[in-house]
Nanobody, 124 residues
């Protein structure tokens, strides 16, 4: 059974940092693009970042560019999201996604597998 398990969320003050992890099990994703999305009760799920299988190609939402960094360790079947200079508007549930037929994409419906999410709360 394929599982994506996110961790590393929590409560942090504005300007602080968090590092999210997404551990995959049940099959290998070492040749698959992976991504991070986020959602609040007021908004639809929105793209945050994506990375190709090798880690050489990345894509970011404009709202996080320069503050967030996506990376992966295929030997550990884990993808990371380093979040710096956090803002209250970054508060959301963050979801890991894997294996998109559309490559390193911001298009959520193209991802086949999703985690359960981890809450990130940034206080002002």
């Amino acid at each position: 059974q394929v599982q994506l398990v996110e961790s590393g969320g929590g409560l942090v003050q504005a300007g602080g940092s968090l590092r999210l992890s997404c551990a995959a099990s049940g099959r290998t994703f070492s040749s698959s693009p992976m991504g991070w999305f986020r959602q609040t009760p007021e908004k639809e799920r929105e793209f945050v970042a994506a990375i190709n299988w090798s880690g050489r190609t990345t894509k970011y939402a404009d709202s996080v560019k320069g503050r967030f960094t996506i990376s992966r360790d295929n030997a550990k079947s884990t993808v990371y999201l380093q979040m710096n200079s956090l803002k209250p508007e970054d508060t959301a549930v963050y979801y890991c996604a894997a294996d998109s037929a559309a490559g390193t994409t911001d298009y959520a419906p193209s991802y086949y597998y999703w985690g359960q999410g981890t809450q990130v709360t940034v206080s002002s």
